[in-house]
Nanobody, 126 residues
C-alpha cells in the first residue's frame, strides 16, 4: 500500500528557507503508480492549491507565486519527493501536502491525485 509522509515544516522568518520531504513507503519513488507527483498547500477556509509538480520525464511546473523561489525534485536515495523553499514570504504560510498518482493531465487539479500525505505545517512570520 502506497503511503506518503511529509516532514520538514516549521516556523521561519520572512526571507528564510525550508526543505520539505515526502517519503514514499509501500513502493519505490519510480513506481508507475506514483509517476506524477506534486506539492499542494492549504490555508483554513480556502481551497487546496497546487504549488509544484513533477512528471515522469522530470518536467516541472510551478504556481506563478512560487516560481523562482521553490524547487521540486525527487531524491532517489531517500525515496522522497522534496520541495526546497527559498525567500519565503508570509503568504506562503499554509499546510503543505504531498500528492501522487499514475497519470495527471492537469497538475494543479486536486481531484487528479489519489494518494495524499497528512501534511506538514509551514509558518512564515513577517
Amino acid at each position: 500500500q502506497v503511503r506518503l509522509v511529509e516532514s520538514g515544516g516549521g516556523s521561519v522568518q520572512s526571507g528564510g528557507s525550508l526543505r520539505l520531504s515526502c517519503v514514499v513507503s509501500g513502493t519505490s519513488i519510480g513506481d508507475l503508480k506514483i509517476d506524477y507527483m506534486a506539492w499542494f498547500r492549504q490555508i483554513p477556509g480556502k481551497e487546496r492549491e497546487g504549488v509544484a509538480a513533477i512528471n515522469p520525464d522530470g518536467k516541472t511546473d510551478y504556481a506563478d507565486n512560487v516560481k523562482g523561489r521553490f524547487t521540486i525534485f525527487k531524491d532517489g536515495a531517500k525515496n522522497s519527493l522534496d520541495l526546497q523553499m527559498d525567500n519565503l514570504r508570509h503568504g506562503d504560510t499554509a499546510m503543505y501536502y504531498c500528492a501522487a498518482d499514475r497519470y495527471v493531465a492537469i497538475w494543479h487539479k486536486r481531484v487528479a491525485y489519489d494518494y495524499w500525505g497528512q501534511g506538514t505545517q509551514v509558518t512564515v512570520s513577517s
